[in-house]
Nanobody
Framework: QVQLVESGGGLVQAGGSLRLSCVAS????????MGWFRQAPGKEREFVAG????????TYTDSVKGRFTVSRDNAKNTLYLQMNSLKPEDTAVYHC???????????????????WGQGTQVTVSS
């Protein structure tokens, strides 16, 4: 089992920044690919960003490329999402997730992830 707890969400004006954190406990964090997903009201959960467990390669959905940065600190069992130049359409509940994926893989669909956090609300005002 892996337990995941997100923090860092909040209310921010358009153009602002937030840094989300996800602290993991339980099994060895460094052996899991990690991802960030978001879900807005009335919409499906969508992949935002992910990072491999072997070499920290990153993958982003097109709408956040150049604005968001995913990173991990295995010594602290923590995943981060730095979000800059936020837009109202970024408003959603953000979840972190862990996947027992192959070492070079960054899963991009929710079904590929094994463990989920409860989420943290991000609201961007215009």
């Amino acid at each position: 089992q892996v337990q995941l707890v997100e923090s860092g969400g909040g209310l921010v004006q358009a153009g602002g920044s937030l840094r989300l954190s996800c602290v993991a406990s339980g099994r060895i964090f460094s052996n899991y690919a990690m991802g960030w997903f978001r879900q807005a009201p009335g919409k499906e959960r969508e992949f935002v960003a992910g990072i491999t467990w072997s070499d920290d390669r990153t993958t982003y959905t097109d709408s956040v490329k150049g604005r968001f940065t995913v990173s991990r600190d295995n010594a602290k069992n923590t995943l981060y999402l730095q979000m800059n130049s936020l837009k109202p359409e970024d408003t959603a509940v953000y979840h972190c997730a862990a996947a027992a994926a192959p070492r070079w893989s960054t899963p991009t669909t929710a079904a590929q992830y094994d463990y989920w956090g409860q989420g943290t609300q991000v609201t961007v005002s215009s």
